[in-house]
């Protein structure tokens, strides 16, 4: 096995390669608890291996400064790449390591019981897991969107979602309000704020947070706590907004195809705008921008979308 390293700061991986005295037996269990909690994989006998990112290099030079202070020997390298491992093959490393983990979620979420009130504790905690799985999903494993999915059918209490499917919003109530959304926005919900703002309220504000209770007057959309708009049956956010405001523009309705096509990846409507879309999205969340960057560059995407489309319906 060869490994080149650079310190050019372009190298596509982190390798954390350490070594702890015998007697430091609760100390390398700790060390490796926290490697597991990084997503890491082991890479045979050599090491610990991460995509080099800011967050991971920061993350693997504590952890090397705490082994030297366990009085053990640890380096952090930049690797640029290894002779019998392709790329692809590090990436399906990586992939492997989180479908465990996502079948793991998958199977506790199917013991969860439909439930007719808010979300139960089991529940809560089992959206928590799947974000720290999320965290650590460096290269979008195919079983994120199942669990997401999943999680989400599982949040909505049973009265609520019959409530939901006949229920008309009008757009009086929603102007002038503050929404309110996961962090990280993708395809899903940064399409809904478009259409938001495009449809039914111009001025309208968006939040991001994990917890609804810290902004309980913001209208909730694509949560996973009931209340507010998001997947309904087999449909996506921007799918339910739609109906419940009764918005009927063509072209939107050419952009809900797209978007059900790539955020719940059934192939329904053989579109692939929104996939494209979406990858771009995950090209600048993988830069680090903002929640606030993320949304408004993606709601710039959508509005181009959606005047090409008007576009190309004039022209025909």
């Not at 008007?310 to 025909?316: E, F, V």
Request: proline share 4%.
């Amino acid at each position: 096995m060869t490994i080149t390293s650079s310190n050019d700061g372009r190298t596509p991986w982190l390798l954390l390669i350490f070594r702890l005295p015998s007697s430091k037996a609760s100390e390398r269990v700790g060390v490796w608890r926290k490697l597991q909690k990084f997503g890491s994989i082991q890479l045979r006998n050599a090491g610990y291996m991460l995509p080099n990112n800011p967050v991971n290099q920061e993350r693997l030079e504590w952890l090397a400064r705490e082994i030297r202070g366990f009085k053990g020997e640890a380096s952090v390298l930049q690797v640029q790449g290894i002779d019998d491992l392709s790329p692809r093959a590090l990436v399906d490393l990586f992939r492997r390591a989180r479908a465990a983990d996502y079948e793991s979620l998958i199977e506790e979420i199917q013991k969860l019981k439909p439930g007719t009130g808010g979300p139960s504790p089991h529940s809560l905690r089992l959206q928590r897991k799947y974000e720290e799985i999320v965290e650590i999903d460096f290269f979008n494993n195919p079983l994120r969107k199942k669990a997401e999915t999943m999680l989400k059918q599982a949040e909505r209490p049973r009265v609520e979602k019959e409530k939901q499917r006949g229920e008309m919003a009008s757009k009086a109530d929603y102007r002038n309000r503050t929404w309110m959304t996961r962090p990280r926005p993708g395809i899903d919900r940064v399409s809904s704020a478009w259409l938001i703002t495009r449809f039914i309220d111009s001025n309208a504000q968006f939040v991001f947070t994990k917890d609804p209770k810290t902004h309980a007057e913001a209208v909730p959309f694509d949560m996973f706590q009931a209340g507010g708009f998001g997947h309904e049956e087999d449909h996506c956010t921007f799918e339910t907004i739609c109906r419940r405001f009764g918005i009927k523009d063509k072209a939107v309705r050419l952009i809900a195809e797209a978007i059900h096509d790539a955020d719940l990846e059934d192939g329904r409507y053989g579109r692939t705008e929104g996939i494209a879309i979406n990858n771009i999205l995950r090209g600048w969340d993988r830069q680090g921008l903002s929640n606030e960057d993320l949304l408004k560059r993606g709601m710039e995407l959508i509005e181009g979308l959606y005047l090409s489309l008007n576009g190309d319906r004039q022209r025909s």
